[in-house]
């Protein structure tokens, strides 16, 4: 999704980010009003169940403020290879030029190790339909199906940046990508479809809250879309001098099913981020202690 979506050039990119009120550069941590932390709020849910946590527990535990800014995953890593953003808490290696610019060659970032999350775009048929037409996971056998699936692969958001024209066009496959406008009306395709609509094929990823609600089957591609270790950055003199806000990013790990069930908290059930962040620090005690415990 260029500025909307992890896996892709230019998607949105959850990105926790520490300033001084005097220094952007320093990687120093607050000012005379104490600590702040900048955290860019992306679009996705499963992100802005990231930001959610992140925040409630450096605002509850560690007495540091936080803000929310949004910005592109590109922006995000010029930021913070420059300083004015201090971490990434979510990056699919969809930039590995950025990668290999600041983390290897300038030294201006360092890798803060894995959130916990394998994450993977691809192609998705409703799980009924899988099941009476197995072949249809295939997509050696998916033009046999392409007129029950409407002769289309539905998207989310027209800025999402896809693989889907390269891979039709490779495969042979009849089919048109077909951007639903935004990823809220790909999922209530999805849902639809889910609910004995008509079927549809969809570009769609994970981990998804959408998951729990409703089942999916993916169709088996070539490596166009590969499974990715989401990882977290950090701005190299912020992970020096940062202190415990900085230990506290490098701990904050969690696997799908956590971030499943905020993000559904937030999307499904129309709870804040700060609420469903509350709901879920209060039911994960230990989770927080391990993520607070110094060495």
Known sequence: MPTRHPLLAGLGVLSLVATSACDLGTGAVGG???????????????????????????????GVSVERVESDQREAWEALGGGAIHAILEDWGALPDRTELYVAHKGRVVDAGPLGITG?????????????????????????????LGGRIVQGDPQFA???????????????????????????????????????????????????????????????????????????????????????????????????????????????????AERWVTDHPDRVAAWLAED
């Open 162 to 276: 896809t693989h889907d024209e390269t891979i039709i066009s490779d495969l042979g496959l009849d089919l048109r990508p077909a951007p639903a406008g935004s990823e809220e009306a790909l999922i209530e395709e999805i849902h639809r479809a889910g609910r004995g609509g008509a079927p549809v094929l969809a570009y769609f990823w994970e981990p998804h809250w959408l998951a729990a609600e409703v089942e999916l089957a993916e169709v088996d591609l070539p490596g166009y879309y590969p499974r990715v270790e989401l990882r977290k950055y950090l701005n190299a003199d912020f992970a020096a001098e940062g202190g415990e806000a900085a230990e506290f990013l490098r701990r904050f790990s969690w696997d799908a099913e956590d971030q499943n069930e905020v993000a559904r908290l937030i999307a499904a059930e129309g709870l804040t981020p700060t609420a469903a």
């Open 120 to 148: 993977h775009v691809g192609w998705y048929i409703p799980g009924a339909f899988a099941d009476a037409h197995p072949e249809a996971t295939d997509w050696h056998h998916l033009d046999e199906y392409t007129d029950r």
């Open 32 to 62: 005379d009003e104490g600590p702040v932390v900048r955290i860019s709020m992306p679009h996705w849910p499963g992100g802005q169940a990231n930001v959610a946590v992140a925040a409630y527990v450096l605002e509850n535990e560690l």
